[in-house]
C-alpha cells in the first residue's frame, strides 16, 4: 500500500465526528498516517518514524496500545484529580485568609502563604504521582470530566472544609469569653 493510500484511509475514518483514529506503523512510508491519526504509534522505533508518531514503541508487536490508551487515560483522570484539588484548594484559602482577615484581625506574611502553599500542595502532588493506571478501559472518558458528580464532589468539600473553619471559629469566639 502507497503511503498515500495510508494518508487517505487515515482521514476516511477521521471524517466521521465520532471516530478517534488510532495508526500503527514501522516504516517510512508510514510517517504520514501516523502523523494524520489521532494517535499515532511507531513500532521498532525508527528514526524516520519516530519523529512524526506521537508514541513509540520499541517492540514488534501492538500490544502496547492497551498500555498506551491506560497510560493516557490514567493522566486524563490526573488532571481531572489536579483540577479538582486547585478548585477546593484556592476558594477554601480565599475564604480562610478572608474570614482570619475580617472577623480575627490576623495577618499573613508572605513567607506563611509560601509555607501554607508548599506544605499542603507538596504533599498532595506526592500522593497524585503515584497514582497507577487503570486497568479497566471506560468507553468514553471524557464524559466524565465535568459532570454532576464531578461537580457535587467539590462543592461537598468545599462544604465540609467550610464547616471545620465555622467549628474553629467557634471554638476561638468561646475560648475568648
Known amino acids: ?7 487517505s484511509i487515515v482521514n476516511l475514518f477521521k471524517s466521521k465526528p465520532d471516530n478517534i483514529v488510532a495508526m500503527c506503523g514501522d516504516g517510512a512510508n508510514d510517517c504520514g498516517a501516523l502523523l494524520s491519526a489521532d494517535i499515532g504509534i511507531s513500532i521498532n522505533f525508527k528514526e524516520s518514524s519516530n519523529i512524526t508518531s506521537h ?3 520499541k517492540g514488534d508487536s501492538i500490544s502496547c496500545v492497551s498500555t498506551i490508551l491506560r497510560n493516557g487515560r490514567a493522566c486524563l483522570e490526573n488532571t481531572r484529580i489536579v483540577m479538582k484539588y486547585l478548585i477546593v484548594f ?5 475564604i480562610c485568609i478572608t474570614y482570619m482577615c475580617t472577623q480575627m484581625n490576623v495577618a499573613f506574611t ?10 499542603l500542595s507538596l504533599f498532595y502532588c ?8 487503570n486497568r479497566k478501559l471506560v468507553k468514553d ?3 466524565q470530566i465535568y459532570n ?15 464547616l471545620f473553619l465555622v467549628r474553629i471559629s467557634v471554638k476561638q469566639i468561646d475560648s475568648l469569653h
Request: proline share 4%; net charge positive.
Open 90 to 94: 484556592a476558594f477554601n484559602k480565599y
Open 126 to 133: 506526592l500522593v497524585v504521582s503515584k497514582t497507577a493506571a
Open 141 to 143: 472518558p471524557t464524559q
Open 148 to 162: 454532576i458528580k464531578f461537580i457535587f464532589s467539590i462543592v461537598g468539600q468545599i462544604i465540609i472544609a467550610n
Open 55 to 57: 508514541f513509540c514503541y
Open 1 to 7: 500500500m502507497e503511503p498515500n493510500d495510508k494518508i
Open 110 to 119: 508572605v513567607s506563611q502563604f509560601l509555607f501554607l502553599d508548599l506544605f
